[in-house]
């Protein structure tokens, strides 16, 4: 099977490319890079890429999948085919499923459903403690054979600076990044929104920033103490982006995400008590926000990933206090950025295919992704800068996200894994080369 992307422009940070350049893939694998002047093979499909940029496919290093166990809310195919809509060809499911994902059975179970489903590609995140209860050390070495990539407990962290220590340890001796959801509880207990103005207007129990900035502060202290490479998950605060950027200046193995939704929206989107605005951490006020924003354009925030967390309807539709904690992210993931990075000049394409592509597959050691050189895994993201389009339908099983009927512009038009186009827009078609 051979695939033509042609017309395009190539960026690939990580093959040093920014360039007008046609892409051969066959059998899976980047063939080759041609120039528009060189021959292109009779029997290959052929996609015109004209007026599109050609990236290498995009990284989301955090996604919750819900299988096995929360069906009701998302399955591993109807997550991989929501995540290849919108332009990510690989995703990385978080352990918090029913059972937790602790043990190489389940890992590969939900490679094998993603394997079946034949949307994107699936590397599981396994747990950092057996049942993710903080007390005792899941068997990373068995995970990580079966195809996990990092380690967590997610939305449960390690309330413990002793077990930390040690899960780094054992963490750095199979290579695997220890990722962290910065949240001292003791602290943060109760809240539901971010603690300041807002939550006192609005009589809503407050997070404060200061419970994620403890913990990650602890965990860069563990990490050069360790050796061990910690990622901040969903950073939120002006404090944990500097505490970053002090470990980066040291050469610390530290790195970091950040989500769409906290870089777009501050804490006054709760006003409405819209539980589709009620996620952990919590939207913070507009000097968090702002720093986050400081974070994506001087390069101490590594990559963008989603936090897509699908609920039912019913579960959201409870009162604020009661709701579940998340919103969906993978479809509308893209226009953000778009939006709020790029369209203001915040950053420019080749910073967002960094921080969707070879940025996330070099903090998960992902090889042969993240870059389109030949030899590589042929996961392509095609993106339309120019594209008017709103968000207003999902694959998701799901719809708690407060993002529905925005317009944007920039977003992904095709989707390819594996050398097969696995998505594409309506107006954006392969045709057979004559």
Request: glycine fraction near 10%; proline fraction near 5%.
């Amino acid at each position: 099977m051979k695939l033509l992307i042609k017309n395009g422009h190539l960026i690939d940070p990580a093959g040093k490319e920014n360039t007008g350049m046609n892409v051969l893939i066959e059998e899976g694998l980047v063939k080759a890079w041609l120039r528009p002047d060189e021959t292109v093979p009779e029997d290959a499909e052929v996609f015109d890429a004209g007026g599109l940029l050609i990236a290498p496919g995009f990284i989301d290093l955090h996604v919750h999948l819900r299988e096995p166990g929360q069906e009701h809310k998302e399955t591993i195919a109807t997550g991989c085919a929501a995540a290849v809509a919108g332009g990510w060809t690989s995703v990385c499911p978080m352990p918090n499923t029913k059972p937790i994902n602790d043990n190489a059975a389940i890992t590969r179970y939900m490679i094998e459903q993603a394997d079946h489903a034949g949307f994107a590609n699936v590397f599981p995140i396994g747990a950092i403690t057996k049942s993710s209860d903080g007390e005792q050390l899941a068997e990373m070495g068995e995970m990580k054979a079966a195809g996990a990539v990092a380690v967590s407990d997610d939305g449960r962290p390690v309330p413990s600076a002793g077990i930390m220590r040690r899960a780094m340890e054992y963490a750095r001796d199979f290579d695997l990044p220890v990722i962290d959801h910065c949240e001292d509880r003791s602290l943060s207990s109760g809240g539901v929104m971010h603690e300041g103005e807002m939550s006192l207007l609005l009589g809503l129990k407050g997070m404060p920033a200061l419970a994620e900035e403890i913990d990650a502060v602890r965990d860069i202290l563990l990490a050069k103490e360790t050796g061990a490479h910690i990622h901040i998950a969903h950073v939120s605060t002006k404090g944990t982006v500097e505490a970053v950027r002090r470990a980066k200046s040291e050469g610390l193995r530290v790195t970091c995400e950040a989500t769409p939704h906290h870089f777009s929206l501050n804490d006054r989107a709760v006003e409405g008590y819209d539980t589709n605005t009620k996620m952990a951490p919590p939207l913070r006020s507009e000097e968090h926000r702002e720093a986050v924003l400081e974070g994506i354009k001087d390069g101490t925030i590594d990559a963008i990933a989603t936090d897509h967390a699908p609920h039912h309807e019913d579960e959201k539709a409870l009162e604020y206090d009661a709701a579940p904690f998340g919103i969906t992210g993978l479809e509308s993931a893209l226009g953000l950025s778009f939006q709020h990075l790029v369209n203001t000049g915040l950053i420019g394409l080749e910073r967002l295919v960094e921080m969707c592509s070879s940025n996330p597959a070099r903090i998960f050691a992902l090889e042969g992704r993240g870059t389109l050189v030949p030899g590589s895994h042929a996961d392509v993201t095609i993106l339309d800068p120019g594209l008017s389009w709103t968000f207003d339908s999902t694959e998701s099983k799901s719809k708690n996200s407060p993002f529905f009927g925005l317009e944007f512009v920039g977003g992904p038009v095709a989707t390819i894994v594996g050398g097969r186009i696995v998505f594409r827009r309506r107006a954006f078609t392969a045709e057979r080369a004559s």
